[in-house]
Each structure stands twice: as C-alpha cells, then as structure tokens.
C-alpha cells in the first residue's frame, strides 16, 4: 500500500498537470492557414464581379462583420484595387473632357462613390486604432484582475481555518482567472507560473482534508460529463470538418483544464469520450474514402445553384418588390453554393467561372434597374416639388383667388408625377396637402365674406366676359388694338383683386386674336405683350413685378451669351464643321433672338408707362 506521503505526492502531480497550458497564443495550423488563404481567395474572385461603384457597399460590408478587425489584407487589397481602378476611370473621364473640347487644366472628377469609399477607410482606421487600444486597456485590466486573484488565493491559504466554504471560494476564483480574458503577452509566463505555484500550495492544503478532495472530485466528474455529452452530439453533425475542429477542443479541456476523479469513475469516463471519439474519427476516415463521390455531388449541386440563379435571370423583373425577392433568393444560392464543400480540381476552373458570369450578369440588371429607378425617381421628386412651389407662388399671389381653376389642375398632375420612396413620398405629400388645403380653406372662407360690392362686381365681370366672347372684333390691327385698350379701360372699373375674377382668360383670349390680324409675324409676340400690359399696366405689384422679371431675363441670357461666346475661343479655324461648334454657333443665334424680344417686351413697358403718366 502507498503511504499517505505518496498518495499526497501523486494527487498534487495530477492536479499539477491539469493546470498545465501553453500561456501563448497557438499559432494557426497549416490546414487552417490554407482555410483563410482559400477564403481571401474567394473574396479577391468575388471583387471582381463589381462595378467601381459598388466598393464603398463591399467594404462597408465586411466593416460590419463581427471578424472586422482580422480582415485588414482584405481592406487592404480593396483599397489598392479601387485604386488602380478608379484611375482608369479617371484618364477615360479626362479624355473624353478634352475631346468635347475642354482644357486638361480644367478637367476635375470626383464622384460621389470615390468620396464613400475614403470615408469608409478613414473611419475603418480610426476605429482600428480605437479597438486596439481599447484592448490594450482591457489587457492591462485582466492583468491588474489576475493579480488580484492570486493575491485573494494566498489570503484563502494563510487563513487558520478552513471549512467546505473555502473550497468553493477557491473553485469561484479559478474560474474568475480563467474568465479574466486576455492579458499583455510579455506578463503571459510571469503571472501563470505565480498562479500555477500558489495554486500547488493550495492542492497541498486541499489533501489535509478529505472532504474537501471528494468535493473536487464530484465538481470534476459532473464537467467531464458534460464534455462527453458535446462529443456525443458532433457525432450526429454533418459537417466532419467543424466536427474535428470541436473535438478537438474538447480533448484540450480534459487534458489541460479539468481536475481529477475519483479512481473508480475514471475509466468508465475516458471510454465513453473515447467511444465518441472513435465514431468522429470513422466518420471523417469515411469521409476520406468517399472524397471523389462527394466531390462529384457537390458539383452535381452548384451545377443546380448556377441554374436556379440562371432561371431567375430568365424571369424579367421589373418592380422595386420583384427584385427584393430576387436578391434574398440569390443571396440565399449564393450562401448555399459557398458552404457546399469542393469540388474536383480539373472541374473547379470552369464551375466557379459559370458561377460568376451568372452572378455578375444578375448584378448588372439589378444595378442597372435602380440605376433607371434612381433617375426616375429623381424626376418625379423634381415635378412634385415644382408643384408644390407652384401652389406656394399662387398662394403668395395678391390675385390668388383668380387660380382656383389651376390649382385643380394641379392636383390632377400630382397622380400622375409618378412614385417615390416612403423616404421622400411623405414628406412631399405632406408639403403639398398642407398647401393645397391652405388655398381651399382661404378661397371658401373668402367666399363666406363678399359683401354686396364684391357680388354686384362679379355679376359685371360676368357679364363682361359673356359679352366679350359674343362681340365681333376688328380685324385691322389700328382698329384691334383701339379695341384691346376699350375693354382694357371697361375691365379696370370692375377689376378687383380680392374676389375671383377671369382676367388671365381674358388677356389669352383677346391675345390669341391677334393671330387672326393680318400682321408680320415678327411682331406678334410684342403685340400680344402689349394686350396683357394694357390690363395690368394700373396695377403697381403686377407692373413692378413684370419689370424686375424681365431684367432678370435679359441678365441670365447675356450671362449664358457670354459664356457660350467664350466656349468659342476653345474652336480652331479647322473646326468648322465640328458638331459641337454648330450647336454652340445655333444656341448663340437662339439666344441673341430671345433677348431681343425680351428687350422689346422691357421698352415697350417703359413705352406705355410713359404714356400713363
């Protein structure tokens, strides 16, 4: 029999050993090295499938990866492939500037995209900066913890009495060590030999004390249980690659960070563990035999992924829906054809290939559609706004109530603007309802207010307007334009600005007389400029307004003149017959002409304010 001395001696050896573990960072093995070099592999394939615009997407996407920090030969080989990219783009944007007659001095191009992307890098750095330096606090933090967890274990040695409490307040601070985390790698060895020594002492003490031994023993067996009880469940598991991976570190914690049991269990134990053991070994060794026929069903199985994504691009999709179905469904092939395992070497090649050209075709719709959306969209936001901006005007208006007719009008045009997103949509129709209710509760209330005035002037306009459209006009221009001036002086007695009136139909109606005048053609613009002076020429807003108008006019005009005049300095005496030279030399003509009639329109308001005063 062994004595006391060497029982105690071989129960310390064996705790020893439990407590035994590489206190440095394993070095990845050489399978798991060809894992993540395959992976970066696929992601370098996958770059290749994008458009330049779809870069600030992708690395945003893996930013938002738990595994963030650990992809920096991937951020950093985006960065370079963006860059090499882009300054194609950018010759070809240069080149086509100077061929459209531009000065390479000039030239200036930088997209939207380009300025997501540097962003996302800048922030990428700054938030590595900030993760490694918050852990580093947290190291040096598990560290001052760790220290104060073998300080609190010698405190638990030195007591003079001990009782089961002082068991499990040493089992509470092995596991607060082991849970501490990660400590700065130059104090690894330091503080685990410290542990490990008082740890010893402790083991020394815990052997004083059988009670206390059986405790340890029965807290052993129930965690070894449970390790076995995970080996037993990755029998079932499909994938044998994550099954050995897990099997494996479950040997790591029986061997490196359980304590014992009582003798008679341990057997019994270790052949159950073993028993899983065996049946993930024979699975993995079937796996081994079978190789070549599960390879050829993987390939029988992305060769039926790239189909479904080939039958889908076949479908046409034309809705915003239709297409966030479609990409959940080719995001969902996409996964399932990249967690299928491998296929043979010499049918790789050409299966990934296929793979590509489909997914980067069904890319290219699908950017293609927003792409068309987006202007779309962009259009229909222009229209509803410039609705919205026409019912605030007419508002603003002192003749507002003469638009009542436009403003249904313009409620008709806004179905038919077209649709937005739920991003912008309520926001605008909230703008244009709240204005459009505005106009309807002022005209209703005003309407409720006319006095007998107000009545007896919109019975005269009445009868003016069905007058008017009953009368026969002159039909020489002396006589026409004496007429104009007649009904404008009859109109000036009823006007009034504050109750609904018809004037705008009016001044069209006898400005589209004209037409029927035999006059030059040069002049009929003018004349019928003058028909709407005559009827406004009383009312000072209107008249100030017209003139501030229309030397406004005759500035963006001579503005746009003038930059156009200076664009032909750009053209050699070779350039002649240069398309570009012809549009500019038609556009100058077509401008100088409008100024023209606008300068005409701005004398002939001085003209007749000058005959009124």
Do not use: C
Not at 89 to 103: A, Y
Not at 304 to 324: G, M, R, S, V
Not at 573 to 579: I, L, R, Y
């Amino acid at each position: 029999m062994k004595s006391d001395s060497d029982k105690k001696s071989l129960l310390r050896k064996s705790e020893i050993e439990t407590l035994e573990k590489n206190s440095s960072e394993q070095e990845p093995s050489e399978k798991l090295k060809k894992n993540l070099a395959a992976s970066e592999k696929s992601i370098k394939n996958e770059l290749k499938e994008i458009d330049i615009e779809e870069y600030p997407g992708y690395l945003n996407k893996i930013l938002g990866q738990s595994d963030w920090v650990k992809q920096n030969e991937i951020i950093n080989y985006l960065k370079n492939e963006f860059e090499n990219r882009f300054a194609s783009v950018l010759e070809q944007k240069r080149i086509e500037f100077v061929d459209n007659g531009g000065s390479g001095v000039d030239f200036y191009y930088s997209p939207a995209y380009k300025k997501e992307f540097y962003e996302l890098l800048k922030n990428y750095k700054n938030k590595k900066n900030k993760y490694f330096k918050e852990l580093s606090n947290k190291q040096k933090t598990n560290l001052a913890r760790k220290k104060e967890i073998i300080e609190e274990i010698k405190k638990l040695i030195d007591e003079s009495q001990h009782d089961n409490n002082t068991y499990k307040n040493f089992k509470n601070l092995q596991e607060a060590f082991y849970n501490a985390g990660q400590i700065p790698r130059s104090e690894n060895n330091n503080i685990w030999q410290t542990y490990k020594f008082h740890v010893e002492r402790f083991y020394d003490l815990l052997h004083l004390n059988r009670e206390l031994r059986d405790i340890d023993y029965h807290n052993n067996y129930n965690e070894r249980i449970k390790i076995i009880e995970k080996a037993e469940k990755l029998v079932g598991l499909d994938n044998i690659h994550t099954a050995t991976r897990e099997l494996n570190n479950l040997h790591r914690l029986w061997k490196n960070e359980l304590g014992p049991v009582a003798r008679d269990k341990r057997e019994e134990l270790w052949q159950r563990f073993q028993l899983a053991t065996k049946k993930i070994h024979e699975q993995k060794n079937e796996y081994i035999k079978n190789k070549d026929s599960i390879k050829l069903k993987n390939y029988k199985i992305k060769s039926e992924i790239i189909n479904q994504i080939k039958k889908l691009l076949e479908n046409k999709i034309n809705t915003h829906n239709k297409w966030q179905i479609s990409i959940k469904e080719i995001e969902e092939l996409k996964n399932k054809f990249f967690i299928t395992g491998s296929v043979s070497k010499e049918k790789n090649k050409d299966l990934w290939n296929s793979f590509r050209d489909a997914t980067r075709m069904f890319n290219k719709e699908k950017n293609d559609f927003y792409k068309n959306l987006k202007k779309l969209e962009k259009k229909s936001i222009e229209s509803k706004q410039k609705l919205i901006d026409e019912v605030e005007n007419i508002i603003n208006k002192e003749d507002w109530r003469n638009y009542i007719d436009r403003i249904k009008e313009i409620q008709a045009e806004w179905k038919n603007t077209g649709r937005v997103s739920k991003k912008y949509s309520e926001k605008l129709w909230s703008d244009f309802k709240l204005k459009t209710n505005n106009y309807f509760d002022n005209f209703k209330n005003k309407k409720q207010n006319l006095n007998e005035n107000d009545i007896k002037i919109i019975k005269e306009q009445k009868v003016f307007l069905e007058n008017l459209k009953k009368e026969k006009i002159p039909l020489t221009p002396k006589k026409y334009e004496s007429f104009v001036i007649d009904k404008s002086t009859i109109w000036k007695k009823i006007r009034n600005n504050d109750i609904e009136n018809q004037e705008k139909f009016i001044i069209k109606f006898l400005s589209d007389k004209w037409k029927e005048i035999s006059i030059p053609k040069n002049k009929l613009e003018i004349k019928k400029y003058e028909t709407r002076l005559y009827f406004i020429i009383n009312d000072k807003k209107l008249v100030k307004d017209e003139h501030i108008q229309l030397r406004k006019n005759i500035e963006e005009i001579s503005s746009e003149l003038n930059q156009l005049e200076n664009n032909l300095e750009f053209f050699s005496e070779s350039s002649n017959s240069n398309p570009l030279l012809v549009e500019v030399t038609n556009k100058i003509k077509e401008l100088n002409t409008k100024k023209t009639l606008v300068e005409s329109k701005l004398k002939q308001l001085k003209s007749i304010l000058n005959q009124r005063i």
